[in-house]
């Protein structure tokens, strides 16, 4: 599902934008058939990590619903797949900077020899890995990755290759997922190990990971869309985490502001995912490809702020919505001026009357434009995209307030978002009408919630925050629990 909500700005006394209670898992008909490039949640904040200030923190993340035991593949990017992390950093709705992911899966062959032939292995490893990066020589597929910097269009832009501060490569290793712990006894340290400092042409050094992480979006998924069975007016943490089981695989950058600022302190970045237009399946791939693929890349799934193609944008624009760029975004203005989330609390709930005034200016704003004062760029095109002001200077994660601007923390949600912000609440509240007069809002200022509660403490102070994956297997390596 799709989180984009773009939301608040209360402590400004502004307008902003809408909806939630998902991440962006299975969020429209399509990309259910392609889960390797589903973006499933997104985020932009100004790094919060001791001794960071100045950077930036972009997190896509992909590959929905991960069951920690789902073996023998797990899994794996997609090779013939562009994953890609956006930047506009002049408010006209169109990248000014791509960063452009690109992956590789090597079988190495690994065989055993049985009755006196030597017989390729069924799995993915052969005995214990890690604890650092080098340990991997019992993985039978190598997974691999390399990371362009594109400055203009995605497509026909200058690009240049990071790499390696400490040797140059380009070309780097992404941990294996946590089958379990008799193989990876010690996977916080081997994924550690995959954080790698790495010039970035044109910009000073950055940090860079690319691995399984858990799941990071927290919502009472299965009662909300069951015509929301749950109470919206009951605690903010009287509900369960419908997705702590999942794991998910995270592309995470850090870079500094500088890098990604243009004259103006305010950015805007969103996430995609492309695939080759035409795919030919092979009947008898033994030594060559199960499937061919040509054609130029097709853009299959987009995502920036949380939430927008599952709760805004009507059925049958969906697959539209993934495929479409944000300088169109006016195709899509009515979900946003005459959103039917309001009215379908209303119809499920009578008493959380839905507001009266149309258009929905208020949801226009930020959903947008950014909200004024706060993260709106000098010029802007009105486009969907999560916005930083990388000049608000970051809050320690005790310090982070889970509402965002909305509880006066004016680096949370909207502006960027933060793992710990609970941008279901937010949304929730805002959509309900949070901003509007009273009597154009009758239930604005009511606490809706989903019930799951998050804040920051609910994940790691330092890059790239995000935790520790679920582990396939639960047992250690001597089969204790």
Known sequence: MKNRNLVVSAALAVTVPMLAMASSHREAPSITELPKVDGTDFYLFSSYETGRDGFVTLIANYVPLQDAYGGPNYFDLDSDAI??????NNGDANEDITFQFRFQNEIQGITLPIGGEDVAVPLKQVGGVGPTAADNGNLNVLET????????????????????TVDGSTTFAKPVDYIGQKTLADYAAYANDHIYNVAIPGCS??????GQRREGFVVNLGETFDLINTDPLGPPDGEQNTLSDKNITTLALEVPATCVTNGDDIIG???????????????APATRPAAIHGGAFTQVSR??????????????DKDRFNHSEPANDAQF???VTNPTLPALIEILFPAAAAPTTFPRNDLVAAFLT?????NQPVSVVGAEMLRLNTAIAAVPATMQEPLGVLAGDTAGFPNGRRPGDDVVDIALRVVMGVLLDPADAPAGQLPFTDGAFVDANAFDE????LTTPLPGSPSDAAGGQ
């Open 205 to 210: 050094d950055g940090r860079l990971f690319v």
């Open 145 to 164: 990755y390399t990371v362009d910097v594109v400055r203009g269009d995605r497509r026909t832009g200058m690009r240049e290759s990071l790499a390696l």
């Open 333 to 335: 203005a009515t979900y």
């Open 83 to 88: 994953y890609e992390i956006h930047v506009d």
């Open 462 to 465: 330092t890059f790239p925050y």
């Open 370 to 374: 950014g909200v004024d004062g706060l």
């Open 269 to 283: 970045a969103w996430t995609t995912a492309s695939l080759r237009q035409a795919r030919i399946l092979n009947p």
């Open 303 to 316: 995502l920036g702020a949380p939430l927008v193609n599952e709760v805004v944008i009507g059925l049958p």
